[in-house]
């Protein structure tokens, strides 16, 4: 039984007050709050277990690299990857892209003359699109229809012999659309190009298994998950990482170093260099177990459940325009000429805590003639009475202007 007021006390800050109203918090597309297991896992190892990893032979340091390396376990298992050594912590998404961008690059760039390009879909965050430009790559985006489907015909014809990968994100942080992530890797490979899915918005609400996927490259959040932040996570191939130079030189990417030359170290510890965040990587572990008790196919219908309502009941807003009808726990949309930011701020002194503007996605906006849209989205934790109290302050709002 998925029993929600029992969740929600696993989250006190969903019990505060804004401006004298209780919190109605629907911006978790940005970020998820965090259940006490993770904070109380977080703060037992500072106070208990604080020693920097993998460099110690006391008792502390060794405690703590074995928390740190079975959180990689844990990962491995809830993406289901092959190795633990396909598993790389970084800091979030963004900088899982950028490190397969640079070493892309730095990879290729004594041997490829053209300008290599990457395929992206029209609704990527910013952070899949900019990475390749500051990298070389030239960007040829996959068009879509209106209601944010990619045109997968369109797609097939973007191929050409410069094409190096194809990066698109697994769900939109604006439309919701779950993207045929499936076809669109069969397709590269059936080119022999790798692909790499950008998994910040689904790993959070559905299960993912990147060998049945076939990706080369997956990416995720810790904080969308309800994890801590500065913590995410690049999965890859193995073959992919074996080819790949380092990201970034320091320590703990090393086998050995002189002034002559360095050598690095086996996988993932290649691509980590300096002290890891191993405090959050523990904190992501305990979110991800905790995911996995609730189960996915719980939270899953709960929000597609929340996600059908929210469409249904602001639908009957007048001069409402929703997009991305097909959407997965995100609602985006606008109120006739009412400008996005001051419906959302109206929303936030009614204790609504939604997101304003192009959501790191200028391109999409650009695709669909706005500048920005109102963002509601759901996580685990939301309820049908904080719907209503969404679209009663949306339509309370509407009737000001």
Known sequence: MYDLQKIRTDFPILSREVYGRPLVYLDNAATTQKPLCVLDA??????????????????????????????????????NARKTEEIVFTRGTTESINLVASSLASMWRDSVTSTPEVIVSTMEHHSNIVPWQLNGFRVRP?????????????????????TRLVAVAHVSNVLGVVNPVEEIIRIAHEHGVPVLIDGAQSAPHFAIDVQKLD????????????????????????????????????????????????TYAQLPFKFEAGTPDYVATHGLATAIDYLTKLGFDQIQHHEQELTRYAVEQLAKI????????????????????????????LLDRLGIAVRTGHHCAQPLMNRLGILGTVRASFALYNTREEVDILVDGVRRVSQMF
């Open 142 to 162: 996959i068009p879509m229809t209106d209601d944010g489907q990619l045109l997968l015909d369109e797609y097939s014809k973007l191929f050409t012999e410069n």
């Open 42 to 79: 977080m703060r037992d190892e500072y106070l208990n277990v604080n020693a920097n990893v993998h460099r110690g032979v006391h008792y502390l340091s060794q405690q703590a690299t074995d928390l740190h390396e079975a959180a990689r376990e844990t990962v491995r298992q809830f993406i």
């Open 215 to 262: 990706c080369d490259f997956f990416a995720f959040s810790g904080h969308k998950m309800y994890g801590p932040t500065g913590v995410g996570v690049l999965y890859g191939k193995e073959e992919w990482l074996d080819r790949l130079p380092p990201y970034q030189g320091g320590g703990e990417m090393i086998h050995k170093v002189s002034f002559e030359r360095t």
């Open 318 to 345: 007048e001069g409402i325009k929703i997009y991305g009808l097909s959407g997965d726990a995100v609602v985006s949309f606008n109120v006739g000429d009412i400008h996005h930011l001051d419906i959302g701020t």
